[in-house]
């Protein structure tokens, strides 16, 4: 990779009567790099030199990695199919942050190994958000979760491979500080009580009794599933419920609302209704 060339770099020499900008101390050469994202000290400004290679390992400059498709280096790897080059990008930053690594944001390319990886590197992670990883299943995104015991923020995005019941349980026991849960086009298994669907991943968010906001999307909970989440989340602030189609907020459900900011969006897509029960 371009990365490891980057270690050989030389020290620049400046024209006569101009600033050798390798030569500034450290600490400012990390303020300016600390401007810059993850990506863009990987790819350009940590490889100018050696003193800004040095630089650009300091931990403090890796506490939030952001790859997403908005980065143009992690979209040209996606459209090329280089996710192996996005992976070891990624145990780079993992590496360098020296364990403060706080904020992981990644799709596609994250899979089961790259989780674990971080896992074993992210003691302090307080937010992951995945988006449309299908090489992350339940056992590999388990084992990680236990490495997570600060989480406060965690969103799944149409992550087909990840769901049910006991994946949720596990994440409610790992991350007794999770406060924020979003749940995005997520597959929703459902068992048959009462000649009800009743969602069974409820349950295992119902374990999750820490949280203040939820938001959940194109999913079969029913007023049955969204009681027993309500039941065992006593600081629930704010719910968010998209395209939910067997939810009923009727009388009983707002008297279970009580206290809490309830948004609802309607199927017929344009109605979106707060309710300040």
């Known amino acids: 990779m371009a990365m490891a060339a980057g270690g050989d770099a030389g020290p620049s020499r400046a024209p006569p009567g101009s600033r050798n900008w390798s030569e500034l101390p450290l600490d400012a050469i990390a303020s300016v790099l600390a401007k810059l994202g993850a990506m863009d000290i990987l790819m350009g400004a940590g490889l100018v030199c050696r003193s800004w290679l040095r630089a650009a390992e300091e931990p403090s400059l890796w506490r939030h990695l952001d790859m997403l498709k908005h980065n143009k280096v992690v979209e040209k790897n996606l459209r090329c199919g280089e996710t192996g080059v996005l992976c070891a990008m990624a145990k780079k930053a993992a590496d360098r942050s020296g364990g403060q690594l706080e904020v992981f944001v990644g799709e596609e390319f994250v899979d089961d190994d790259l989780l674990k990886y971080i896992g074993a590197r992210a003691p302090s992670l307080r937010v992951l958000r995945l988006t449309s990883c299908p090489n992350i ?141």
């Open 137 to 277: 299943l339940n056992e590999g995104f388990m084992e990680a979760m236990n490495k997570f015991p600060l989480l406060e923020e965690l969103k799944l995005s149409a992550c087909q491979s990840i769901g049910g019941r006991a994946t949720y349980e596990a994440v409610g026991k790992a991350c007794g500080n999770l406060k924020r849960l979003e749940l995005k086009d997520q597959p929703w298994k459902y068992n048959y009580l009462h000649g009800d669907n009743y969602g069974e991943e409820a349950y295992g968010i119902a374990t999750m009794h820490g949280l203040r906001s939820l938001k959940i999307s194109r999913s079969n909970l029913t007023n049955k599933a969204l009681a027993a989440i309500l039941g065992n989340n006593p600081h629930l602030e704010s719910i968010d419920l998209y395209y939910c189609y067997n939810i009923n907020m009727d009388d009983a459900m707002r008297s279970k609302c009580a206290g809490i900011k309830v948004s609802v969006k309607w199927h017929n897509g344009s109605v979106v209704l707060p309710l300040n029960c």
